[in-house]
Structure formats: C-alpha cells, structure tokens
Nanobody, 128 residues
Framework: QLQLVESGGGLVQAGGSLRLSCTPS????????MGWFRQAPGKEREFVAA??????????LDADSMKGRFTISRDTAKNTVYLQMNRLKPEDTAVYYC???????????????????WGQGTQVTVSS
C-alpha cells in the first residue's frame, strides 16, 4: 500500500508564496503520474496540476486561474513532488491533496478517478 506524505501548507497573506511537498512511501515508476488537487469548503475537488515521473511532462488546465502562478515539479533523487504556489489569492484557500496513479495506462490526468492513492491533505489558507 502506497502512502503519500504531504507537507508545506499553512497560513499566508495574499500575494505570498507556499511550496507543498509530496513524498510517496513506495516505489514509483516511469509511468507514474503524480497530481495535485484542491477542495474548498462546499466545493468539489478540482485539478491543480500533474506531472509524469519520467520524463517530467507537466499538465495544467489552459483556461485556469492557477496557470502561471502554480508550478509542479519533481525531484527524482528525493522521490518528491512539489507544488510551488506564487501570488496566492484568498480564493486559493482549500485543502490540497497529492495523488498518485502508479502505473498510468490511460484515463485523464485531470480527473480524480484516474488516481489510485491520495494523501491526507494539507490546509492552505490565504488571508486578504
């Protein structure tokens, strides 16, 4: 059973930055997809960004308020995926979840249904 350990959430003022980290407890493979989603109170869980373990292609939604402010990356040596969030806004307040599809063979990387494993979530609160 794979576990995803998240860290890096917290309280920040609008315009500030945070970096979230996610470390899988088990082995990943070249076909692993790692994603970040978020869920605000009363709203559905939404896609933030995704990356494949090798060669590190990234996925964002084009018409998205997060594009250009959020960046996903991975450090294969540390077995860790990061979400760098800049110019944060109050509407970015949510619980952020790391997710993994260990052997990605299909399905949309933008869909929660694609992912097999989920982290416990880390709270990000942006004050105005």
């Amino acid at each position: 059973q794979l576990q995803l350990v998240e860290s890096g959430g917290g309280l920040v003022q609008a315009g500030g930055s945070l970096r979230l980290s996610c470390t899988p407890s088990g082995r990943t493979s070249s076909t692993t997809i790692m994603g970040w989603f978020r869920q605000a109170p009363g709203k559905e869980r939404e896609f933030v960004a995704a990356i494949n373990w090798s060669p590190g292609n990234t996925y964002y939604l084009d018409a998205d308020s997060m594009k250009g402010r959020f960046t996903i990356s991975r450090d294969t040596a540390k077995n860790t995926v990061y979400l760098q969030m800049n110019r944060l806004k109050p509407e970015d307040t949510a619980v952020y979840y790391c997710a993994a599809d260990i052997n990605h063979g299909g399905g949309s990387v933008y869909s929660t249904r694609t992912y097999d494993y989920w982290g416990q979530g880390t709270q990000v609160t942006v004050s105005s």
